[in-house]
């Protein structure tokens, strides 16, 4: 039977600890065979991102170290899709691909990249495996184009039309024999570095509009799940998460959720290289962005890990354990899950977008 499983009542008792890195989940009896990923900077694994500055990007990257989709691929299924653009290592692989790519919107690059797995992956007559899970975490840059960086999207920044981008590709996929989607949905840039050196207005502008496409997005899954056959259709409420960081950062373990860590710490004339430098620099994973607009891998840890949780809750009926860190006692508290401070609210509840966060 088809199910929905919004974050909020996924996660229930997952245990992070203050002053140290998110834990990874131990329980994780899920048994995909293979993952693919689709989307822009926040999956992309080395395809795109960092390749014009890539001693400050981990690994091209778009931040200082791997992203959601590699953190759960590795912590969680013992999986390493390769970059599928990439020189050297691109291509296919028995564990599968990551297909997305830096600066896509929902438009005709991102189509290009489910056209390329079904027409140039799959051999011809073959169908998609029904044993791999398919990662699509794609919009953000619909939105941040229209708003922020005075270009545009073939969506032209529409929800409506994002969206149904996003439905489409699962739809192809799902032709083609997938049957197992984890879907994100976007967090609020418009309190991102990026976001708040524009005008306010901008900002406030941005911010509508992904919580306008957060919302619209749990109906389009609703309806795909009624519509399609055999269909699991996981939705990770990546917005919660990152209000969450917003609205208690210490408890996370951050310090700063207003600056972009390269801009704010890393003097170009005392250090060239973010991985390697003898000077003495704050530690990036107290910030909530590495640059300004992409998180640091501490986020994508924390969306790893509900990643996990709700994955396990949808195919096992289980909540998962989580390891603890072990903590220095004189700066650590731990929280009986992020999950529970979750639980009664809806997946996307109404949020004062005008509310502006002070820096920690």
Same mark, same amino acid.
């Given at each position: 039977m088809n199910k929905f499983v919004s974050l909020s009542f996924a996660v229930t008792a997952s245990t992070l600890? +203050? $002053?140290t890195a998110p834990a990874y989940a131990t329980n994780c009896n899920l048994d995909f065979s293979q993952m693919f990923v689709f989307g822009d900077s926040l999956s992309d694994p080395g395809n795109t991102n960092g390749t014009r500055n890539g001693r400050r990007y981990f690994e091209r990257r778009a931040s200082n170290g791997n992203v959601f989709a590699d953190i759960l691929a590795e912590s969680c299924l013992d999986l390493d899709p390769v970059t599928y653009y990439r020189p050297r290592r691109g291509g296919v692989s028995s564990d599968g691909a990551n297909f997305a790519r830096g600066g896509n919107d929902s438009g005709e690059k991102f189509g290009e990249q489910i056209d390329d797995f079904i027409n140039d992956f799959l051999d011809e007559g073959q169908s998609a495996n029904s044993n791999a899970l398919y990662t699509?975490? +794609? $919009?953000a840059n619909d939105y941040i184009k229209e708003t922020l960086l005075g270009s545009d999207a073939e969506s032209d920044g529409n929800p409506d039309i994002v969206v149904e981008n996003i439905a489409d590709a699962i739809r192809n996929l799902h032709g083609e024999g997938a049957e197992d989607f984890l879907i994100p949905n976007l967090p609020l840039f418009g309190f991102s570095p990026l976001a708040t050196s524009r005008s306010e207005s901008a900002s406030e502008r941005l911010n509508q509009l992904t919580d306008d496409h957060n919302q619209k997005l749990e109906l389009k899954i609703a309806e795909l799940e009624e519509e399609l056959s055999e269909v699991t259709i996981t939705l990770l409420d990546v917005d919660s998460i990152f209000n969450e960081i917003l609205d208690n950062?210490?408890?996370l373990g951050f310090t700063n959720v207003t600056d972009n860590w390269l801009e704010t710490v890393l003097d170009p004339s005392a250090c060239n290289n973010a991985f390697d430098c003898d000077v003495d620099?704050?530690?990036?994973?107290?910030?909530?962005f590495w640059d300004y607009l992409h998180p640091t891998k501490a986020f994508h840890k924390l969306v790893a890990n509900e990643a996990i949780s709700a994955l396990n809750s949808e195919y096992n009926q289980a909540v998962p354990e989580y390891n603890q860190a072990v903590p220095e006692a004189s700066s650590t508290l731990s929280l009986l899950g992020l999950g529970l401070s979750f639980l009664g609210m809806s997946a996307f509840k109404q949020k004062d977008i005008q509310k502006q966060k002070q820096k920690v």
């Open positions: 600890t +203050i $002053g699509v975490w +794609i $919009g950062p210490s408890q620099l704050a530690d990036p994973d107290r910030y909530l």
